[in-house]
């Protein structure tokens, strides 16, 4: 289980979020009671192109708060014990000027497709995002998924240490060059050539600060 480390983040960026709202990628709860449940949810947004799970928030919109280490950990559990292979989670809280904290719960699109969830007998079914609804996918749906996934891991993601980028990517949300040189004990010319060339067929996007060059995740 990989977790980006918790961020104490301003309200503003939440309440864009929320002004959006429910969607494919976006889900709201005021609070976690079932990991069976929401691990549904989760597997549904990895294998579709993420999502963000937001906690102390009721379905209108209006903000509660929660008690963010409690939700953490039955997020955790849930992507970690009813999410098969396990969904990796991104969190940052959010607070306000009322003291309320909000957690968010990120799933990036997942490179390990397709993710199974538990229905309520315990039987392990592909789950998918329909609009604003978390539901199992039909078994002809499911076919035609697995083909399509199948198809994209031997097409799309061929070079060994490409796949790498992209699984370092998920674990550490930021990668440069030189890390990538130092990893893969590649030159720094070919890593830059590797980031360049996912960079342009969309997989990842390029960033540049204070800091210098690094990459990240579409």
């Keep these: 289980m990989r977790f980006r480390p918790i961020i104490k983040e301003q309200i503003a960026p939440l309440l864009s979020l929320i002004a959006q709202g429910e969607g494919v990628?976006?889900?709201?709860?005021?609070?976690?009671?079932?990991?069976?449940?929401?691990?549904r949810t989760l597997a549904a947004f990895a294998?579709?192109?993420?999502?963000?799970l937001l906690v102390g928030v009721k379905d209108n919109g209006r903000l509660l708060g929660c008690d963010t280490e409690q939700e953490m950990y039955m997020i955790a559990e849930a992507a970690e014990h009813y999410c098969e292979p396990p969904v990796d989670i991104f969190f940052t809280i959010y607070e306000t000027e009322e003291a309320l904290q909000i957690l968010e719960a990120e799933v990036k699109?997942?490179?390990?497709?397709p993710h199974f969830a538990q229905d309520d007998h315990g039987d392990w079914k592909l789950y998918m995002r329909v609009r604003d609804k978390t539901m199992v996918a039909s078994k002809a749906t499911a076919k035609m998924l697995d083909a399509e996934w199948d198809e994209m891991e031997k097409e799309d993601i061929k070079d060994s240490k490409e796949r790498y980028v992209l699984e370092a990517l998920q674990r550490k949300e930021t990668l440069t060059a030189k890390e990538l040189s130092k990893a893969l004990n590649i030159s720094l010319q070919r890593a830059n050539s590797l980031l360049v060339k996912l960079t342009k067929s969309g997989y990842i996007l390029h960033h540049k600060d204070g800091r210098g060059d690094y990459y990240m995740l579409r």
């Design 25 to 39: 990628q976006l889900d709201f709860k005021q609070l976690i009671s079932d990991q069976r449940k929401i691990a």
């Design 109 to 113: 699109n997942s490179l390990r497709k």
């Design 47 to 52: 294998n579709n192109r993420g999502g963000r």
